[in-house]
């Protein structure tokens, strides 16, 4: 690291100037349904005395929380502390479950593709009661919180509602419709017996080349903030929600060198380009442009956890080239969080967020060191997402706070933050959930919920001589990989990390709404358009991306060699070649063509626009691809706007609204109605 002579301008005195800063309500959630607990432990009478009748002042729900967390806090001995600090993963428990009792976790978590075998509600909520019956069986009888990454509905769950990825319901422009979402996706996260979700993202995509565009609702800040009503909706439905990722993840420079690299790397070597990256920015523009919808989030929201991205934050006021971890961040997430904005809620890390802050003492090591935990936790970071090695950090973190490099006061700041946010959803009243809400899980009302939250995502870039709305009755010619593929559709985070090409969930593909919607249309499909097109009306073209997360969607990044074989293709902004062909082949050939465009960001394909006589983007659906159709005959008009710029060409990327020589092909905000 290089020394540098400016001074710091702290970020809090900007913020004043720049931002409101104001108090997080606390106020108390809604009750969570299930069984009440009615061992010993459960009910805390093997506690000790205290309150009425020698119940414990902490089981006693009449009082006040913060009386309740304090009666517990002052109970519990610094193992107990430190063990609720920790969260593991459940595999790595799933095996031998009296470790959470033995090691006294505060909580546990599901990764993406994490699933209990069967994949069903039912096993989902036996799973997570069972976890929770051991930890009712330590001293104190503290439940567990489980959590889960249900960013798009319960995607982790077989037969859950996807919902359009958060791009597309940043195009709806409807902060009630997400309102409705969130409540719909808490149901059914709930039903399953799970009080805790990792989302909303409120990251601001400034660059269409990150692998996680499409977890952004917009890229613009203001519009991100209005679409954390997302919160609300999960509180109304007694889930925790989780704002994420804190903050700068969407604003990450884009690395160029390793992009080159990657070219001649096997797929194990190849390194992400954009994702995981550094923002370069000054305090001020920091403010404004990342950090403003988290500030939104708070004022008008109850929110009780945030989550710190895994990028790091490089102010140019003191020079560049020394950047912080956002998880070793003590200025953003204790002065300006905890402090400037009063947040009283905790702050989770992310999947093995500790491992990646440098250690000077062991740069080559990893994993997790004893440097890493107590640079975290002194940070600012009150829980730890450490998946397979939880008892590894607890061992760290005592050892840290018993030589006095780590303080007991900080210890207890952290534990205060997450038993409170443990008794606000009625964890302590109701720790096991019960089966009578499973039939929550994909409802129909659900499913028509995401079904018109699809027709209100859809975006109409062009519609030439009226092609659409299509006539009911009309000689259909379907083309293209996505228009029968509900892997495609969903991307991402769908039962597994990575999402799949393929039949991988129920639901209904573009090609299905289309016959479901006009069930007097004559349909002729072909994927790659080597069917006959004789005698055709209008053709309906569907192309795009399939599914990938994170550094493995970044344009550059590295190949996921796991992943289903369409996943495997080079990550692009351009149309991918094969698509390209059959949007030549089928426009070619049928008067009248409609391409539609399932990604997770826009696709340059303006010299191929001239052939289209409609193009509608229509982002990642989810698994209601009737709600496409909807708009398509007409049903429903097209009313969604670009919350992205679609550029002209990939040299203009990165391009926002507000940038100098703004030539996109469509505009942010752009977007044809019909009706």
């Given at each position: 690291m290089r020394s540098h002579s400016r001074?710091?301008?702290?970020?809090?005195?900007?913020?004043?100037?720049?931002?409101?800063?104001?108090?997080?309500p606390s106020g108390s959630a809604s009750a969570a349904p299930g069984e009440a607990a009615d061992s010993a432990a459960a009910t805390g009478t093997a506690a000790g005395s205290g309150g009425h009748g020698g119940r414990p002042d902490y089981r006693n729900p009449r009082l006040p929380i913060d009386r309740r967390v304090a009666d517990l806090l002052g109970r519990m001995t610094l193992e107990e502390k430190v063990g609720q600090m920790a969260q593991a993963e459940r595999a790595a428990v799933d095996a031998d479950p009296t470790l959470v009792a033995e090691w006294n976790l505060g909580s546990l978590l599901s990764g993406g593709g994490s699933l209990p075998t069967p994949n069903t509600p039912e096993a989902w909520l036996s799973m997570v009661n069972n976890f929770q019956r051991q930890a009712l069986t330590t001293?104190?009888?503290?439940?567990?919180?489980?959590?889960?990454?249900?960013?798009?509905?319960?995607?982790?769950?077989?037969?859950?509602?996807?919902?359009?990825?958060?791009?597309?319901?940043?195009?709806?422009?409807?902060?009630?419709?997400?309102?409705?979402?969130?409540?719909?996706?808490?149901?059914?996260?709930?039903?399953?017996?799970?009080?805790?979700?990792?989302?909303?993202?409120?990251?601001?995509?400034?660059?269409?080349?990150?692998?996680?565009?499409?977890?952004?609702?917009?890229?613009?800040?203001?519009?991100?903030?209005?679409?954390?009503?997302?919160?609300?909706?999960?509180?109304?439905?007694?889930?925790?929600?989780?704002?994420?990722?804190?903050?700068?993840?969407?604003?990450?420079?884009?690395?160029?060198?390793?992009?080159?690299?990657?070219?001649?790397?096997?797929p194990g070597s190849q390194r992400y380009t954009i994702d995981q990256g550094v923002t370069v920015t000054t305090r001020a523009e920091f403010a404004r442009t990342n950090l403003a919808p988290f500030w939104t989030a708070l004022r008008r929201h109850d929110v009780d956890s945030v989550m710190p991205s895994f990028s790091s934050v490089d102010w140019i006021e003191d020079g560049v080239g020394n950047p912080v971890k956002m998880h070793a961040h003590k200025e953003l997430l204790t002065d300006v969080l905890k402090g400037a904005q009063r947040f009283e809620g905790f702050v989770v890390s992310d999947w093995e967020g500790l491992h990646q802050i440098p250690d000077p003492d062991e740069p080559t090591v990893a994993g997790l060191t004893a440097h890493k935990v107590r640079t975290a936790v002194n940070a600012g970071i009150d829980m730890a997402m450490v998946p397979n090695n939880a008892k590894l950090f607890i061992d760290l973190l005592l050892a840290e706070v018993r030589a006095g490099r780590v303080s007991q006061a900080r210890i207890d700041d952290a534990v205060r933050r997450i038993l409170r946010a443990k008794f606000e959803i009625g964890l302590f009243e109701r720790p096991y959930a019960s089966a009578d809400d499973l039939d929550e899980v994909g409802s129909r009302e659900h499913r028509a919920l995401a079904r018109r939250a699809v027709a209100e995502s859809q975006v109409l870039l062009k519609n030439s001589n009226r092609a659409l709305p299509l006539r009911s009755d009309a000689k259909i010619y379907v083309a293209g990989r996505n228009a029968d593929d509900i892997g495609n559709q969903s991307g991402g985070w769908t039962i597994t990390w990575q999402g799949a090409s393929g039949d991988i969930i129920p639901g209904t593909t573009i090609l299905e709404g289309i016959r479901e919607v006009a069930p007097r249309a004559k349909v002729t499909y072909s994927a790659d358009g080597s069917a006959p097109t004789a005698g055709s009306d209008v053709a309906v073209v569907v192309v795009g991306e399939t599914p990938y997360t994170e550094g493995f969607g970044d344009v550059g990044g590295p190949e996921c060699g796991w992943c289903s074989t369409p996943q495997q293709e080079e990550k692009s902004l351009s149309l991918q070649p094969g698509d390209r062909a059959v949007v030549d082949k089928v426009c070619g050939a049928i008067d009248t063509c409609v391409v539609l465009v399932v990604s997770g960001r826009?696709?340059?394909?303006?010299?191929?626009?001239?052939?289209?006589?409609?193009?509608?983007?229509?982002?990642?659906?989810?698994?209601?691809?009737?709600?496409?159709?909807?708009?398509?005959?007409?049903?429903?008009?097209?009313?969604?706007?670009?919350?992205?710029?679609?550029?002209?060409?990939?040299?203009?990327v990165p391009i926002n609204i507000g940038d100098r020589n703004y030539r996109p092909l469509f505009p942010y905000g752009y977007g044809l109605r019909t009706r």
């Amino acid at each position: 690291m290089r020394s540098h002579s400016r001074p710091r301008t702290p970020l809090i005195t900007l913020l004043t100037g720049l931002l409101v800063v104001s108090l997080l309500p606390s106020g108390s959630a809604s009750a969570a349904p299930g069984e009440a607990a009615d061992s010993a432990a459960a009910t805390g009478t093997a506690a000790g005395s205290g309150g009425h009748g020698g119940r414990p002042d902490y089981r006693n729900p009449r009082l006040p929380i913060d009386r309740r967390v304090a009666d517990l806090l002052g109970r519990m001995t610094l193992e107990e502390k430190v063990g609720q600090m920790a969260q593991a993963e459940r595999a790595a428990v799933d095996a031998d479950p009296t470790l959470v009792a033995e090691w006294n976790l505060g909580s546990l978590l599901s990764g993406g593709g994490s699933l209990p075998t069967p994949n069903t509600p039912e096993a989902w909520l036996s799973m997570v009661n069972n976890f929770q019956r051991q930890a009712l069986t330590t001293r104190l009888g503290i439940p567990i919180i489980y959590g889960v990454d249900a960013v798009h509905g319960h995607n982790n769950v077989y037969g859950a509602t996807v919902f359009p990825h958060n791009i597309g319901l940043g195009a709806t422009r409807n902060p009630r419709l997400v309102r409705e979402i969130g409540k719909a996706t808490g149901e059914e996260v709930k039903a399953t017996g799970i009080p805790w979700n990792f989302a909303p993202c409120l990251c601001v995509s400034r660059d269409e080349r990150w692998g996680r565009a499409y977890e952004a609702f917009s890229e613009e800040p203001g519009l991100v903030g209005e679409m954390s009503s997302y919160v609300d909706g999960l509180r109304d439905a007694g889930v925790l929600a989780t704002i994420k990722h804190y903050a700068g993840d969407g604003d990450t420079v884009y690395d160029q060198a390793t992009a080159d690299a990657n070219e001649s790397l096997p797929p194990g070597s190849q390194r992400y380009t954009i994702d995981q990256g550094v923002t370069v920015t000054t305090r001020a523009e920091f403010a404004r442009t990342n950090l403003a919808p988290f500030w939104t989030a708070l004022r008008r929201h109850d929110v009780d956890s945030v989550m710190p991205s895994f990028s790091s934050v490089d102010w140019i006021e003191d020079g560049v080239g020394n950047p912080v971890k956002m998880h070793a961040h003590k200025e953003l997430l204790t002065d300006v969080l905890k402090g400037a904005q009063r947040f009283e809620g905790f702050v989770v890390s992310d999947w093995e967020g500790l491992h990646q802050i440098p250690d000077p003492d062991e740069p080559t090591v990893a994993g997790l060191t004893a440097h890493k935990v107590r640079t975290a936790v002194n940070a600012g970071i009150d829980m730890a997402m450490v998946p397979n090695n939880a008892k590894l950090f607890i061992d760290l973190l005592l050892a840290e706070v018993r030589a006095g490099r780590v303080s007991q006061a900080r210890i207890d700041d952290a534990v205060r933050r997450i038993l409170r946010a443990k008794f606000e959803i009625g964890l302590f009243e109701r720790p096991y959930a019960s089966a009578d809400d499973l039939d929550e899980v994909g409802s129909r009302e659900h499913r028509a919920l995401a079904r018109r939250a699809v027709a209100e995502s859809q975006v109409l870039l062009k519609n030439s001589n009226r092609a659409l709305p299509l006539r009911s009755d009309a000689k259909i010619y379907v083309a293209g990989r996505n228009a029968d593929d509900i892997g495609n559709q969903s991307g991402g985070w769908t039962i597994t990390w990575q999402g799949a090409s393929g039949d991988i969930i129920p639901g209904t593909t573009i090609l299905e709404g289309i016959r479901e919607v006009a069930p007097r249309a004559k349909v002729t499909y072909s994927a790659d358009g080597s069917a006959p097109t004789a005698g055709s009306d209008v053709a309906v073209v569907v192309v795009g991306e399939t599914p990938y997360t994170e550094g493995f969607g970044d344009v550059g990044g590295p190949e996921c060699g796991w992943c289903s074989t369409p996943q495997q293709e080079e990550k692009s902004l351009s149309l991918q070649p094969g698509d390209r062909a059959v949007v030549d082949k089928v426009c070619g050939a049928i008067d009248t063509c409609v391409v539609l465009v399932v990604s997770g960001r826009p696709q340059v394909l303006t010299d191929q626009l001239g052939q289209m006589d409609a193009l509608v983007a229509s982002w990642l659906p989810g698994s209601e691809g009737a709600g496409v159709a909807d708009v398509l005959f007409g049903r429903r008009p097209f009313t969604g706007r670009l919350s992205v710029t679609w550029p002209r060409s990939e040299a203009q990327v990165p391009i926002n609204i507000g940038d100098r020589n703004y030539r996109p092909l469509f505009p942010y905000g752009y977007g044809l109605r019909t009706r």
